[in-house]
């Protein structure tokens, strides 16, 4: 590093409190030049279209260089200026209005009538589409987009015309960002010539030396590495992904240039990439989930960390911000200073990094038909979604369904002609296991002609170009990665457990409740049953390490399993994955939802984790963990879970916190998101938010500053906290 570290510390903290500060408006450069574009190439191969719509834009886009001059790289012209992907929709995800209240209205009048009127009728998919995916950044860094670009034209002449439209599309992707680095190097040249700090000249300077290399050319230092991570990061959201994009392992993939990361300066250079990586506006502040996975090992079982897993652990600390996340893949060979400092900086309430284990999800990954050496190089690419750079994204997407445990109990039970004839559990069981096959098989239609309209209709040449295969298959990712696996979202997980060890308690074993009346509870919302709602919720609950109720959740579990099996079976399609995921959709779920078995009433969210239902942990962290623990991950959660764990901060010392991880793990956890919290000291943030901006917490698969939170959420960490 060129530059001394406090004057470059103090460079850093000056571009996270701008950032920080910039309010949420809207960017029109790409919803204009996309628009612009689509009108010119309209008719032509939809592959084509887009192509040519990127190089529209990151040829006619305003570079930023001075929001923060130690990298290139900008989405919207200002941080926290929402991109809008017109093509996918112009609205507001359900998630991102629930956790920024204030943003709400922010896009109304502020689209002009010519684009929204231009885009009508011509959606080609969700906001969040495709999303949740990770690109093989190892030959972005050591390859590089020429090389690609090589390929391709080796290739030229070859296959079908399809195949030939889709690798045209590539190529001018591929330039189209070489193009657009070179744009950068200009610029930052013309702002270090005008540049009367020589600090941030110096920054101008080398950001102009490294784009004219990089990602055309194979970097040769750690800031090229970066540099190149960063731009073809943010060249992905502009492609338009709406969802998590993942950074991969940026420590393996940097592994070359890992001697560097001892010079004086790193941790804060490391900073400045992940500020950079946080002002991507796709969705304003609300994009939250661009994840960073470190450490782990190999599939020999070799530990494959170095410095720049711990630089990246200490940068997440120094930013404070809650993206990008961190993630530590934990193994038992995990070096004893990482281990130490991710206990140390828990413990101190960073709430980072996130944990997840080794063995069992690149076990799972194993059964998903994935050979050891891809398993072992996964990564989170989203909330805690799971994937394998350039080789896997499918498990994330969840493209094939959502298993709503709750709406099919609740239908089981309404739709019950003699409730008290019901003969016992396993007569339930099988109810929910018909309810679940017809939803699950219909995802599953619907999954399949959704991946072939998006493959068609919404194609991602760049994003392909840097997936394995798909350059020689002239084909989109969603067609042509090796890897394809159906993947599933589950939520509701915790709740339906619950009511079934209610149900089994209070009905079938205790008799002081029939099946008739918690069915006319359920019917009235509790309205005058409030006796037997007690009861329901004095029953065992998932989390106490009860085997009264763990017994309903491998239940539960191995029916959704057959249920699944059998629709895999049915397709053709290779093993499923289930991803556990929350993020803030337990509200959401929860408020179209009526009452509830365990006693929940309707409105009221769901467990906002895996683990126990709020409130209901009476014994402890270590209950918590013995119930999910019991959970074979690798077998039912392929594609990921999240665990919330909240202990006392001040009273959490870091040896002992590591020692309730380490034994969950080697028990066969998977994932863990730790939060040491004073529920005085959040009251007092909500009260004085200035004089909090540092404290950080995760909610369910997203992280963020404690001030930053919406009230809904910020009375549910209080409460966890108030649980202690």
Request: with cysteine; glycine share 10%; net charge negative.
């Amino acid at each position: 590093m060129e530059c001394a570290i406090a004057p470059l510390a103090v460079l850093v903290q000056a571009v996270r409190d701008r950032q920080l500060n910039a309010a949420d408006t809207v960017c029109l450069e790409r919803a204009r030049l996309v628009t612009e574009s689509w009108r010119r190439h309209d008719g032509e191969a939809p592959v084509l279209v887009r192509a040519y719509a990127f190089q529209h834009l990151l040829a006619g886009m305003s570079l930023d260089v001075d929001s923060n001059p130690v990298f290139a790289g900008n989405t919207s012209s200002r941080p926290r200026a929402w991109m809008l992907i017109p093509e996918h929709g112009i609205g507001y995800d359900a998630q991102v209005v629930l956790e920024n209240p204030g943003v709400a209205g922010l896009l109304d009048q502020a689209i002009p009538a010519e684009i929204t009127e231009f885009w009508q009728g011509r959606a080609l998919g969700g906001l969040g589409d495709p999303g949740h995916l990770a690109v093989d950044l190892d030959r972005v860094v050591h390859q590089g987009l020429a090389h690609a670009l090589r390929q391709l034209e080796a290739l030229r002449g070859q296959g079908t015309m399809a195949q030939g439209q889709y690798r045209e599309a590539m190529a001018i992707t591929l330039q189209a960002v070489i193009d657009w680095a070179t744009r950068y190097a200009q610029a930052a040249a013309q702002a270090a010539g005008r540049e009367p700090d020589p600090l941030r000249r110096r920054c101008h300077e080398r950001v102009a030396a490294a784009c004219r290399r990089v990602p055309a050319e194979p970097a040769r230092d750690l800031f090229e590495g970066l540099q190149a991570i960063v731009l073809v990061h943010l060249a992905l959201a502009l492609e338009g992904h709406g969802m998590s994009v993942s950074i991969g392992l940026p420590d393996r993939v940097l592994a070359p240039f890992a001697a560097e990361a001892s010079a004086a300066g790193t941790v804060d250079l490391l900073a400045a990439f992940m500020l950079k990586v946080a002002a991507n506006s796709v969705f304003g502040r609300a994009s939250k989930t661009q994840t960073i996975t470190v450490g782990g090992a190999d599939e020999d079982g070799r530990d494959c960390s170095n410095a720049l897993t711990r630089g990246f652990l200490l940068a997440a600390d120094r930013v404070r911000l809650g993206d990008p996340p961190v993630f530590l893949r934990w193994h038992p060979g995990l070096p004893a200073d990482l281990a130490h400092l991710a206990a140390r900086l828990l413990a101190a309430g960073l709430s980072q990094p996130l944990l997840v284990n080794d063995e069992v999800t690149a076990k799972g990954f194993m059964a998903c038909g994935l050979a050891p050496e891809h398993a072992w190089r996964y990564c989170v690419i989203g909330c805690n979604e799971l994937g394998v750079p350039g080789w896997s994204a499918e498990s994330g997407n969840a493209r094939a369904g959502s298993v709503p445990y709750m709406e099919v109990l609740a239908a089981a039970l309404l739709s019950l002609p003699d409730p008290d004839h019901v003969g016992g559990m396993d007569e339930l069981l099988g109810r929910i296991e018909v309810g679940l096959c017809g939803r699950l098989r219909e995802s599953r239609r619907h999954y399949r002609a959704h991946l072939q309209h998006l493959a068609q209709r919404a194609p991602v040449p760049f994003t392909s170009a840097l997936m394995q295969g798909c350059i020689e298959a002239g084909a989109d990712m969603l067609e042509a990665m090796p890897y394809r696996i159906p993947g599933l979202y589950e939520r509701g997980f915790t709740n339906a457990v619950n009511a079934l060890a209610a149900i089994d308690t209070c009905v079938f074993r205790e008799r002081t409740l029939t099946l008739a009346g918690i069915v006319a509870a359920l019917r009235a919302d509790f309205a005058g049953a409030e006796a037997l709602q007690q009861c329901l919720r004095a029953a065992p609950k998932w989390g106490q390490g009860d085997p009264a109720a763990d017994h309903w959740a491998l239940a539960l579990l191995e029916v959704r399993e057959r249920v699944l099996d059998e629709v895999d079976r049915e397709f053709g399609d290779a093993a499923h994955a289930v991803c556990h995921v929350v993020r803030s959709l337990h509200h959401l779920d929860g408020r179209r939802l009526g009452a509830s078995a365990d006693g929940r009433q309707a409105g009221a969210p769901l467990a906002d984790s895996i683990g126990a239902e709020l409130g209901t942990a009476c014994n402890g962290p270590t209950g918590v963990l013995r119930s999910v623990a019991g959970i074979d991950a690798s077998r039912f959660y392929r594609g990921g879970y999240n665990l919330n764990l909240a202990l006392p901060a001040g009273r959490t010392q870091p040896a002992d916190l590591w020692a309730l991880v380490e034994t969950f793990f080697r028990r066969g956890g998977q994932e863990l998101q730790v939060n040491c919290l004073d529920a005085a000291r959040l009251r007092a943030a909500q009260a004085q938010p200035e004089q909090y901006g540092d404290l950080m917490v995760r909610v369910a698969g997203l992280s963020a500053r404690f001030v930053d939170l919406a009230p809904v959420e910020q009375a549910e960490i209080i409460g966890r906290a108030t649980a202690l």
